[in-house]
């Protein structure tokens, strides 16, 4: 019995389907290649910082090291001209109240802005944005000047305190509570609730996404601060994680390994927040009304 022949459209819906997984896989191949390529500077430090450092300035490359060096992370902790330990320390406690204190701040003048009547609402808006054109070289003597006035050199007032409001976590903010449910104010406001109390516990409650986004960038950014921690912190104790790092480059004697394994080492608190929230960086500002 003979076959009936293919119709036109099946044959397109053939064609169509052809190109729609060759798509598929070019974009496979695409997200591999770029995820190799984002993968080789941690592959680097690991590689490096469990080497000697004769295997890291060998003409001929390995993949691994042929032996090991794991008592490199001792060493690294135990070099006396670099108090890592403490210099994580400071870092970690940098970070985490700057991201607090940010977040704070920033959501509670973003709804303000947002959601409070105010006249001069707007005015105050743009005059924050108008704060993102203006260099941080042009505030960063001033800055500095002031701190030095309080007595803050070298403390973690002075390293925290003048970085807590973020203009851009504002912006974030006031345009993700603009798209915000009144619904759920309104029945905040019939059972009693004032700004402050809906801000709390209904706007907090369902903003999880956007505060997670905010406060992963901040976070981030604090931790890779380098310019002002290396100004404002002059002694040791008061040192970054960045600013300890840095110490590498201007030492007579430049052990490779010791830089690697710092370097990983530095690093691995950031893999850790960006694995665990990196979801809602997207999620938040997608929410956030950024395109609007």
Known sequence: ????????????????????????????????????????????????????????TAPDWTFFPRDVQWSNLAEVFDDPNLPLARALLNSTLIAVATTVGTVLLASLAGYGLARIPYRHANAVFYAVLGTLMVPAAVTFVPSFVLVSSLGWISTLRGLIVPTLFSAFACFIFRQ??????????????????????????????????????????????????????????????????????????TAQNLNL??????????????????VLLQRYIVAGVERSGIDD
Not at 20 to 46: E, H, K, S
Not at 261 to 273: K, N, R, T
């Open 1 to 56: 019995m003979p076959t009936t022949p293919p119709t036109g459209r099946a044959r397109s819906g053939a064609r169509q389907d052809a190109r729609v997984r060759a798509g598929r896989a070019l974009r496979a191949v695409l997200l591999a290649v770029l995820a190799v390529l984002f993968l080789i500077p941690f592959y680097l430090l690991v590689r490096n910082g469990l080497a000697t450092e004769q295997d890291i």
């Open 176 to 249: 993700y509570f603009l798209g915000f449910p009144r619904e759920l104010e309104d029945a905040a406001r019939v059972d009693g609730l004032g700004y402050w109390r809906t801000y709390w516990r209904v706007v907090v409650p369902n903003s999880r996404p956007v505060f997670a986004a905010v406060g992963t960038i901040v976070f981030i950014g604090a931790w890779n601060a380098f310019l002002w921690p290396l100004v404002i912190g002059q002694d040791k104790e008061s040192w970054t994680v960045q600013v300890a790092l840095s110490t590498f480059t």
């Open 257 to 274: 390994h010791e830089l690697f394994m710092a370097a990983a080492i530095s690093i691995a608190p950031l893999v850790v927040v960006f």
